[in-house]
């Protein structure tokens, strides 16, 4: 069987929620393998019946706690729960270091998915594949998902594009209410959690918090709601608990994509695709491989990409590929998925 239709199975086998097919499944589209698109186009009409739940915040908040903490609380009221622990990035790898699932072992033992996924450098602290992870999850059947951000701190909104709540976890004594103050994680709120409530500060941080809540009142949105919490005990957690299922009935339906969303995650896709097909499948590696051989040791980047990005050399590319793509209908697909016209890309380069 081939790469290209590995996923079949494995999306049948996600789909009566056997963990392997979902690991593989994941695994698969994560890794980017021949036919991730097509497996991604036939779990996406599958979405939409799971809650979803972002935790995020800055580092050393307690936020893996607090996951652990909800993950258990929800599986305990009959909800089928998986959890996607996004961590850094290994700079040898690419892959997760699996901080998360260290720090979570209990969450496995008690039947509770636990997936780690990384973060592949993506500033908003959410890449693609966490996004396509949490769709092959919803279309699994699990109830709720609660993502765990790797805490990057106010750049890591990306999270609000994929959770139909976001947490974010504070704690006294890091500075977390002058955080909370700049726009990105002020906007994105829908629940402040107070964590670590018993140590010095924490009802000054509260008060804090709920007086930025107040001057916040004129953001086209819902106030987003205050709780205090000490995971490490599970104080105020079933709070927490009651306070999201109430937003988020299991089964409450899709999650409200704005335009702008959709069209961002559009235009990502999109970008991939034409990576990969330009410096892939066209030669264009190759032909930057011999641009640095004839250059030495001595280099300008700025020249050779300004070089690379003309669409003259463009052109040249498509005009003269050793495999012999001037003048055929369609350019090699990507990954062995649906070719693109070669006859417009010509045109339309013949006009720039």
């Given at each position: 069987m081939?790469?290209?239709?590995?996923?079949?199975?494995?999306?049948?086998?996600?789909?009566?929620?056997?963990?392997?097919?979902?690991?593989?499944?994941?695994?698969?589209?994560?890794?980017?393998?021949?036919?991730?698109?097509?497996?991604?186009?036939?779990?996406?009409?599958?979405?939409?019946?799971?809650?979803?739940?972002?935790?995020?915040?800055s580092p050393g908040a307690g936020k893996s706690t607090l996951t652990g903490c909800l993950a258990t609380a929800f599986a305990g009221r009959g909800r089928k729960v998986a959890v996607v622990a996004v961590d850094p990035s290994s700079p040898f790898t690419g892959g997760a270091v699996l901080g998360d699932r260290i720090r979570m072992p209990a969450l496995v033992e008690a039947g509770i998915y636990m997936r780690s996924i990384a973060s592949r450098g993506a500033l908003g602290g959410l890449s693609q594949s966490t996004r396509d992870a949490?769709?092959?999850?919803?279309?699994?059947?699990?109830?709720?998902?609660?993502?765990?951000?790797?805490?990057?701190?106010?750049?890591?909104?990306?999270?609000?594009?994929?959770?139909?709540?976001?947490?974010?976890?504070?704690?006294?004594?890091?500075?977390?209410?002058?955080?909370?103050?700049?726009?990105?994680?002020?906007?994105?709120?829908?629940?402040f959690v107070v964590n670590k409530a018993d140590r010095d500060g924490a009802d000054k941080l509260m008060a804090d918090l709920e007086s930025m809540v107040s001057m916040g009142e004129h953001l086209q949105r819902v106030a987003p709601t205050l709780v205090s919490t000490v995971a490490t005990s599970g104080k105020g957690v079933a709070d927490l608990v009651r306070l999201l299922e109430e937003r988020l009935p299991a089964g409450a339906g899709d999650r409200d994509q704005s335009g702008a969303t959709v069209e961002a995650e559009i235009i990502a896709l999109t970008e991939t695709a034409w990576h990969e097909l330009l410096w892939d499948e066209l030669g264009l590696r190759a032909h930057l491989a011999r641009r640095l051989q004839k250059a030495g040791n001595r280099v300008d980047p700025y020249a050779?990409?300004?070089?690379?990005?003309?669409?003259?050399?463009?052109?040249?590319?498509?005009?003269?590929?050793?495999?012999?793509?001037?003048?055929?209908?369609?350019?090699?697909?990507?990954?062995?998925?649906?070719?693109?016209?070669?006859?417009?890309?010509l045109a339309r380069s013949a006009k720039l």
């Amino acid at each position: 069987m081939g790469d290209s239709n590995q996923w079949q199975p494995l999306l049948e086998g996600a789909l009566r929620r056997e963990q392997f097919a979902v690991a593989r499944l994941i695994s698969f589209v994560e890794d980017r393998r021949a036919g991730w698109r097509d497996a991604m186009r036939a779990v996406f009409p599958l979405t939409g019946r799971a809650a979803v739940v972002g935790i995020t915040g800055s580092p050393g908040a307690g936020k893996s706690t607090l996951t652990g903490c909800l993950a258990t609380a929800f599986a305990g009221r009959g909800r089928k729960v998986a959890v996607v622990a996004v961590d850094p990035s290994s700079p040898f790898t690419g892959g997760a270091v699996l901080g998360d699932r260290i720090r979570m072992p209990a969450l496995v033992e008690a039947g509770i998915y636990m997936r780690s996924i990384a973060s592949r450098g993506a500033l908003g602290g959410l890449s693609q594949s966490t996004r396509d992870a949490v769709r092959i999850l919803d279309a699994s059947g699990f109830d709720f998902i609660l993502i765990e951000t790797v805490g990057v701190g106010q750049d890591e909104i990306d999270i609000i594009r994929t959770a139909q709540q976001t947490v974010v976890v504070c704690a006294p004594g890091q500075g977390d209410s002058v955080q909370a103050a700049k726009a990105g994680l002020m906007e994105i709120a829908d629940v402040f959690v107070v964590n670590k409530a018993d140590r010095d500060g924490a009802d000054k941080l509260m008060a804090d918090l709920e007086s930025m809540v107040s001057m916040g009142e004129h953001l086209q949105r819902v106030a987003p709601t205050l709780v205090s919490t000490v995971a490490t005990s599970g104080k105020g957690v079933a709070d927490l608990v009651r306070l999201l299922e109430e937003r988020l009935p299991a089964g409450a339906g899709d999650r409200d994509q704005s335009g702008a969303t959709v069209e961002a995650e559009i235009i990502a896709l999109t970008e991939t695709a034409w990576h990969e097909l330009l410096w892939d499948e066209l030669g264009l590696r190759a032909h930057l491989a011999r641009r640095l051989q004839k250059a030495g040791n001595r280099v300008d980047p700025y020249a050779v990409a300004a070089e690379l990005a003309n669409i003259d050399v463009l052109r040249r590319i498509l005009q003269t590929h050793p495999n012999g793509y001037h003048g055929r209908s369609a350019l090699p697909s990507v990954n062995g998925e649906t070719s693109v016209g070669t006859g417009k890309l010509l045109a339309r380069s013949a006009k720039l």
